[in-house]
């Protein structure tokens, strides 16, 4: 169902995990959010955050935000600081789209 995670790094059990873990709702939105979670992806990469899949699967909220509020609320904070944070706290995240 998730399968197109697949071409953007996520391993095949970080995807196993986001289908057991959160009901079809969510997998529908998921699915239907394709273009706007890849976008989020790129730029979580592009920063450095190396907890993409662990955010997936224990804060998959965040990635069902429009990506222009990503931005947006990313832009209000020094970067490399935050970076550090979210890699050491995934978590943290939560405080950045307050």
């Not at 959160?22 to 239907?32: G, P, R, V």
């Not at 992806?41 to 909220?61: A, P, Q, R, S, T």
């Not at 990635?63 to 978590?91: A, P």
Request: no cysteine.
């Amino acid at each position: 169902m998730l399968n197109f995670l697949k071409k953007y790094g996520v391993n095949e059990e970080t995807i196993k995990d986001i289908e057991n873990t959160y009901d079809e709702n969510i997998l529908y939105a998921i699915n239907s959010n394709e273009l706007e979670i890849v976008k989020i992806i790129d730029f979580m990469k592009e920063i450095g955050i190396n907890v993409i899949d662990e955010l997936l699967v224990y804060n998959i909220n965040f990635f069902l935000h429009k990506y222009s509020e990503v931005i947006n609320k990313f832009s209000k904070f020094n970067l490399e600081e935050t970076k550090e944070k979210i890699n050491n706290d995934y978590m943290y995240i939560n405080e950045i789209m307050k």
